[in-house]
């Protein structure tokens, strides 16, 4: 017969056991997020709270993040910004963003200015931009727009590339009246004439040339020289939240490299034009916009040396151009454990091949 004491020691044994084994989930669910809340500067026509071209314009509409923590009762609250950028930098300032995506010239500045945030993944790396003009226009190129009004989205990556197209022809913005003007706005004021050229993405300038009231006089897809000079978007996590929640993080990543795989496939590039085709931009802008161009490559999240040495490049442009001030390691930005585990995790460790600071496949 069992003594009193002997069972009464044994179930607290097991009580501790108990304890020990559940401390960990317990304080693992307290610490769990309620939110993660998403930034993007993507926002679709009619102010659609929605975008496309990059990776997490996908994950978004796919709702591929709803999805991963659903069971965990974690809400995902997504913020499209109408100012991009700048509007992104200026909440992320005020503490209002866990995770983001951005372009090169508002997430430079963004870290150059002192914003705690660590790079985690490559985004869009192969954007580009184009001219678009009136229908009626005498303009050829960009000689004949000088002195002319020229719209510009300013403080987004379309400025950095605004200003490196103008280097390479050897002229300025003060050789032109540059107007900031938002996407949406800029081609509205193209339509109706209240401006003579619109510098932005191609796919925003086709739909207007389609309806015959606009057409693009360059293209820099089409331009060899333009091809070391491509925009990037950068996925971006803030310091706080990284250290807070580095598990929900990674798994934020294993989504973003699972869409950014589907993406690639040739298979999915009708379905993936038309997820994008959400934004209110036409899926036929986006099939002329992205002819002949793989996504493979295109949306390769890959922290290689090819993206490294661009953002590099590119903060040095942005500071020739006075677009920055400060300096930003690329190097140092970069957190690479989160993409790497998300590529072994999703059997993805060879699937993209690295590029190296010219480009070329890495041997």
Known sequence: MTSRPRLITRRLILAGLAASVLAP??????????????????????????????????????????QEFKADGIRIEWNNFKGAGP??????????????????LPG?????????????????????????????SQAR??????GKKVAVFKGTAVQLGFGKFLTRHGLSEKDFKVINM?????????????????????SQLFPLEDRGVAKVIYN?????????????????????????????LQRVVNVFVREAA????????????????????????????????????ALSPLLDEEFIANIQRNVAESQKLKLVRGNVDAA???????????????????????????GKPKK
């Open 220 to 248: 820099e897809r089409q331009d060899p020289a333009a091809a070391a000079d491509r925009a990037q978007a950068y996925m971006v996590a803030t310091e706080e939240f990284e250290k807070a929640h580095p598990d929900i």
């Open 108 to 136: 430079i500045v963004g870290k150059a200015s002192g914003l705690k945030t660590r790079l985690v993944a490559a985004d869009n790396r192969r954007a580009a931009y184009a001219i678009g003009v009136p229908a009626d």
């Open 182 to 202: 938002d996407t949406n706005t800029a081609t509205a004021a193209l339509a109706t004439k209240d401006v003579d050229a619109v510098f932005t993405a191609p």
């Open 87 to 104: 509007a992104l930098n200026e909440a992320i300032a005020n503490k209002l963003i866990d995770v983001f995506a951005i372009g090169d």
């Open 262 to 297: 589907w993406s690639a496939d040739d298979k999915n590039r009708t379905a993936l034009l038309q997820l994008w085709a959400k934004s209110g931009t036409p899926y036929s802008a986006y099939r002329k916009d992205y002819d002949g161009q793989g996504f493979k490559d």
């Open 332 to 358: 140092g930005w970069v957190e690479r454990k989160y993409l790497d585990a998300a590529l072994k995790n999703n059997g993805l460790s060879n699937f993209w091949t690295p590029l190296d600071a010219g």
């Open 141 to 146: 190129g960009i000689e004949d727009l000088k």
């Open 25 to 66: 989930i317990a304080a693992l669910a307290a610490d769990a997020p309620k939110v993660i809340r998403i930034g993007l500067p993507l926002v679709g026509t009619g102010n659609r709270p929605v975008g496309g071209s990059w990776n997490f314009a996908t994950v978004q509409i796919k709702g591929s993040l709803e």
